[in-house]
């Protein structure tokens, strides 16, 4: 009788917003629409639009519209879909974001329309927090790629201008694309 040796898969935490879809541009585009406040994304070096002169109260109805409808149409970060798709056969893909538990149900339409594969779904800004033993992480945030960091893994941080400061743990490392990624992780 074979005996069958089953290997579990260690697991790529990968972030949603701003590494799978170019949430950034549609969030400015909702900004620029809807109250005329025109904003760069060289100018983003915080990712908190409210520095930049939107109010809490208008970044609430942003949010909430993004998070129940809009981020339904976000266009793919170049090279993440055909990233995935060869990651997933090594790895177990835990994808983890901050975003609002309110937007599962867009969230989950989105990334079945856009066909991106993936074995978990965490809806948690503590995404160092959850207990899951990542391999390596796949981030844009300074502040999250740290923490997680922190956890042991391996974190590639996307560079974009709002994580530009140095980095502070050997742990983190800076990648301009997820061609580069594939580099490290296949
Ligand atoms: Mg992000």
């Known amino acids: 009788m074979n005996r069958t040796v089953s290997k ?22 909702m900004i620029r629409q809807r109250f005329q406040i025109a904003l760069d994304e060289k100018d ?7 520095a930049y002169g939107v109010t809490e109260e208008q970044l609430v109805e942003v949010f909430n519209l993004f998070n129940t409808d809009t981020c339904r149409t976000l266009k793919l970060i170049a090279g993440a879909k055909a990233a995935l798709s060869r990651l997933t056969a090594r790895y177990e893909i835990a994808l983890v974001t901050s975003r609002n538990p ?7 339409y989105w990334l079945k329309k856009k066909s991106l594969p993936y074995d978990q779904l965490h809806f948690n800004d503590e995404k160092h927090a959850l207990g899951i033993p990542y391999y390596a992480f796949v981030e844009d945030r300074h502040e999250h790629a740290h923490r997680i960091a922190s956890t042991g893994a391996t ?4 560079t974009r201008p709002w994580n530009a400061m140095p980095l ?17 992780l296949l």
């Open 155 to 158: 974190v590639y941080l996307m």
């Open 8 to 29: 579990a898969k260690r697991i790529l935490g990968v972030d949603i917003d701003n590494v799978l879809a170019e949430s950034d541009a549609c969030l400015r585009t």
């Open 168 to 184: 502070a743990h050997p742990n983190v490392h800076r990648v301009a694309s997820w061609k580069e990624i594939l580099r490290h």
């Open 102 to 108: 309110a937007s599962k149900e867009s969230t989950e």
């Open 44 to 50: 983003i070096t915080q990712y908190d639009y409210g």
